[in-house]
């Protein structure tokens, strides 16, 4: 039963370089911060970043497992309020997580919670779904 | 700077794209989505970034592409996109504002299926000052 204040189960996304370079074409951003280290110290990075838009793809699946596939996601949005930062050689997490807001009409809405490494990397994180 | 009478205006593009199967596997296959028959929620992005951008570099628009970061993204899914689907882009310039020396830009890129409305993506772009 879905109701208003229902705690989602939580899921863990692991991101690397390669899931970077993946997404890069699959979305066609080819920005440098995204795949070359040197490229993002230049301007000012710590290190090279995920696509802000990777992150919300990966929530997004997320939002669609809960409502029973991509087909029921009717509105999703978010803020990118940090980079989600992934050193070479290594796999980062992306821990979502969501709350049920409001359930009327056949549909649901949540909010959600994202983070890295503990950092909060989506604010204002939000979807309706149709239930 | 962006230019005043630009807010408000809308650009329409006349070029039509249509969305592959592989291009929609492409993007499932990253976020390990095994349900390909329609496109994950965020897909448009694929689209709406590039002729966004493209309508949108107009030099008398005034917007610089170059110092552009990604604030926020909003979808408004009216119905899932599949292969097959044909679009066009439309990108209205919603509201611009100066906060801390940066511009904050509200664009929304509206994907239409001939006249119907698909998705319509609010994307808030920070040009750093």
């Known amino acids: ?131 | 700077m962006l230019s005043p009478d630009s807010v408000g205006r809308t650009f329409a593009g006349t070029e039509s794209i249509t969305v592959s199967q592989s291009e929609i596997d492409a993007f499932c296959a990253v976020i390990g989505e095994t349900d390909t028959t329609v496109a994950p929620p965020t897909f448009s992005i694929r689209i709406t970034l590039d002729q966004s951008q493209s309508l949108l570099s107009n030099p008398e628009i005034g917007l610089d592409w170059t110092r552009v970061v990604h604030g926020d993204q909003k979808f408004d899914i009216k119905r899932p996109i599949k292969a097959g689907d044909t679009f066009t882009c439309s990108s209205t310039i919603e509201s611009a504002r100066v906060a801390a020396g940066n511009e904050i830009v509200t664009v929304r890129s509206d994907l239409f299926s001939g006249t119907e409305l698909v998705v319509s993506t609010w994307s808030t772009l920070v040009v750093r000052a």
Do not use: C, W
């Not at chain 1, 996304?13 to 993002?40: C, M, T, V, W």
């Not at chain 1, 990075?45 to 997320?62: D, F, Q, S």
């Not at chain 1, 997580?97 to 990397?121: E, H, I, M």
């Open chain 1, 1 to 131: 039963m879905i109701e208003v204040g229902t705690q989602l189960e939580e899921m863990v996304f692991y991101l690397d370089r390669a899931l970077l370079k993946a997404y890069a074409d699959a979305s066609g951003d080819q920005n440098p911060i995204h795949q070359n280290e040197e490229f993002a110290l230049s301007v000012g990075l710590p290190n090279v970043i995920a696509h802000g838009m990777l992150t919300m793809a990966l929530a997004g699946k997320y939002i669609s497992d809960f409502a029973g596939g991509s087909a029921k996601v009717l509105e999703f949005g978010a803020r990118f309020t940090k980079p989600v930062i992934v050193p070479a050689g290594e796999k980062v997490d992306l821990t979502v997580s969501a709350v049920v807001t409001d359930v009327a009409d056949g549909k649901a809405s949540l909010t959600l919670s994202a983070t890295s490494a503990g950092v909060k990397v989506l604010g204002m994180a939000k979807a309706v779904v149709q239930i």
